[in-house]
């Protein structure tokens, strides 16, 4: 990289074809334009060609790297913490693909849709729970397209409804 004269600094041990070499390079370094890098209050500043900028410094026990849009909304920022990595994507729509597994290992899953939830499996389903399970919603419909539907209990089986229709 040039350094603030934009000349290489060459070792004092390099041969004069190496030395011709290293201001070939000097030469082409400074006909590219690199991002413009600043410095406020100990966060680094860079601006990519897509308008994009990118920061980097240190915030409380971290430090934090963070992706802003050409307006200024930020896109994706990563707070190094001492526990870990902690990230934050603020997208249109994020798609994560693979041909291979996806695990998600975690304390605690929250999942909230302001609109549909839609799950296709190609293959079965098997989800066990160590706890209660319940599912509540303004109508349930179960359905077999074929074979049977099953329900085991170790105790009892309770149907609670104004009505229970069988074979109706």
Do not use: W
Not at 51 to 68: F, W
């Amino acid at each position: 990289m040039p350094t603030q004269n934009g000349k290489l600094d060459v070792p004092q041990t390099v041969s004069p074809m190496t030395e011709s070499v290293a201001d070939d390079f000097a030469e082409l370094f400074q006909k590219v334009e690199f991002p413009v890098i600043r410095e406020c209050g100990g966060t680094h500043r860079m601006a990519l060609p897509s308008g994009r900028e990118v920061s980097a410094g240190e915030e409380g026990d971290g430090e934090l790297v963070t992706i802003y849009n050409p307006r200024g909304e930020v896109e994706l920022s990563i707070r190094f913490t001492p526990a870990g990595p902690v990230l934050h994507f603020q997208a249109a729509a994020i798609k994560l693909q693979t041909s291979g597994e996806l695990d998600i290992n975690c304390g605690r899953l929250h999942l909230q849709s302001h609109g549909d939830v839609t799950e296709e499996v190609g293959g079965e389903k098997h989800t066990q729970v160590a706890g209660k399970a319940s599912f509540e919603a303004h109508t349930i419909d179960v359905k077999s397209h074929r074979g049977n539907i099953t329900a085991k209990a170790n105790d009892d089986v309770c149907l609670l409804g104004e009505r229970i229709k069988l074979n109706s």
